[in-house]
């Protein structure tokens, strides 16, 4: 297809963007941009303007542009190459289909709660579905046994039949649950009964759920800063006011939060391993944010999403594990040591809660689909998981200590970087004068996934008033092999360091 020889801004027709408005400009400008390509108006192989003559025309700053371009980039809108440009890609992901009426022809008058605003509204980190180096959250699906789960899930179906295709109870699978129960007793010290044992649909789901039922509108939350989007989002869907609170060496501040949020409902951390930080949250802090939440009759959620991972000695014993006082309440993912299409998540409640759950979910979905769990039950019950998680975690300490190595010899003496002592990422940490963004729109047009750690704020504003947060690049490795990483590395650094 040819190509026009210098981009034409009128192809984009008039954007409206509301400089006023509490939606940062970058999230209008991608979404008006994407609206462009999913209406033709802006056609495959049809190349966008520079971000410097866009942020000129429509008098925005060019960080603006970059933010907007990132977002489309990492969604597979657009593609692009080092001195070529950004292109429309060929095939759109979630192009519409043919009969779906334009955005202008969607009817009026059925608008969105404020909840409904404030979820869709909030920011989102895109997903790398593409398998590309440095992609945050895929394990490595080549060392998953495929074989033995389909043989699994055929085994349960010839023997399980009518009894698993019969309404599931809204808790779960009653064998699962128990093995589960077992398994957290034995390896995180949660205090646990199978009863309290709750199986959803992903530990967003769980989280989604928790709020749901725990907070009213308008009920303060407090939530790590910098942190993960989707516990925000599942708080925001819930009417919560969030109180970001700062992230240091020791986990969350508790103190922090008290002064700024001292009578908060509810707290959603990640204490065993941080994100994006890694940092672990210490027992003192651990101890200070049970004691508030005993005080305040406050909620504690604790997103535990991989912390099976750990690289120096056993996993740690759950936050949940020290709670005396029945207020906080454990959020696990199989997703992250199995595969991400699996979908299978859980909860673990306090007995008061396991009613209202059990009436929650019959109300809202009516539970979690059950043949996978029956197949999870036995990869568990017969040693699977267990043989799997030894080899996955010995094969990611290797990775691990191979791109830790790349790293240093490729970086030394520009960036460092931060390991913590779990997890399947490393923190890329970066000198002032290289911003995060720009070096990861860079690394995208030569195929590379680099996660902003500056996304991961609420803000811009609380970014740049966070001290200990700085400027720096996540960097998944558990999807590829230690030479695709060391090349990955090697092509960041040369983007990085044009020079050497």
């Not at 520079?50 to 000129?56: D, F, I």
């Not at 204490?271 to 005080?295: C, E, K, Y």
């Not at 568990?380 to 030894?390: C, N, T």
């Amino acid at each position: 297809m040819a190509r026009p020889a210098r981009p034409v801004l009128s192809s984009l027709g008039p954007v409206a963007l509301d400089r006023d408005g509490a939606e940062p400009l970058h999230r209008q400008l991608y979404r008006a941009l994407r609206q462009a390509v999913l209406d033709g108006r802006l056609r495959p192989g049809e190349r966008l303007p520079p971000s410097r003559a866009l942020a000129t025309e429509w008098g925005l700053s060019r960080n603006t542009v970059v933010t907007a371009y990132d977002t489309l980039l990492a969604e597979g809108y657009v593609s692009g190459r080092v001195g070529a440009g950004t292109f429309v890609a060929p095939s759109l992901p979630d192009a519409a289909p043919g009969g779906v009426p334009a955005r202008d022809e969607v009817r009026r008058g059925v608008g969105l709660s404020a909840r409904g605003r404030a979820l869709a509204e909030a920011p989102a980190i895109a997903r790398d579905r593409a398998g590309r180096p440095f992609a945050l959250g895929t394990p490595d699906l080549c060392a998953f046994p495929v074989e033995l789960w389909a043989q699994l899930l055929g085994r349960c179906w010839r023997h399980g039949g009518r009894a698993l295709a019969t309404d599931p109870d809204p808790l779960g699978y009653a064998p699962l649950r128990a093995e589960i129960a077992a398994y957290l007793r034995a390896v995180r010290a949660v205090r646990c009964e199978a009863e309290q044992v709750v199986i959803v649909s992903g530990a967003q789901q769980g989280l989604a759920l928790m709020a749901q039922l725990l907070l009213d509108p308008g009920d303060e939350a407090w939530v790590e800063e910098p942190g993960w989007p989707g516990n925000r989002a599942a708080l925001l869907g819930a009417g919560a006011r969030l109180v970001p609170v700062p992230v240091d060496g020791e986990g969350i501040d508790v103190a922090a939060g008290m002064a700024h949020g001292a009578g908060a409902r509810l707290a959603l951390v990640t204490p065993s391993h941080q994100f994006p930080l890694g940092v672990t949250m210490s027992l003192a802090r651990r101890l200070r944010l049970l004691d508030w939440a005993a005080a305040r009759d406050a909620w504690i959620v604790e997103d535990d999403y991989d912390s099976e991972f750990r690289y120096a000695g056993p996993p740690l014993a759950a936050l949940q594990g020290l709670d005396g006082a029945g207020r906080a309440i454990y959020v696990g993912s199989f997703s992250k040591v199995m595969f991400p299409a699996l979908r299978l998540g859980y909860v673990v409640v306090p007995p008061d809660l396991v009613e209202p759950v059990r009436a929650a979910r019959r109300h809202f979905d009516g539970g979690t689909s059950v043949v996978p769990q029956a197949a999870l039950h036995r990869f568990l019950a017969d040693g699977h998981f267990a043989s799997h998680l030894r080899a996955m975690r010995s094969l990611y300490a290797a990775k691990r200590t191979a791109i830790l190595e790349s790293i240093t010899d490729a970086f030394a003496g520009f960036a460092s970087a931060e390991a913590g002592e779990a997890g399947m990422h490393i923190l890329l940490r970066l000198p002032p004068d290289c911003p995060d963004h720009l070096l990861a729109e860079r690394a995208a047009r030569v195929g590379l996934t680099t996660p902003c750690l500056s996304s991961y704020h609420r803000s811009a504003d609380l970014a740049a008033g966070a001290g200990t947060i700085g400027n720096g690049l996540l960097l998944g490795f558990a999807a590829h092999d230690p030479a695709t990483l060391d090349r990955a590395v090697r092509d960041l650094a040369r983007l990085a360091l044009p020079n050497r």
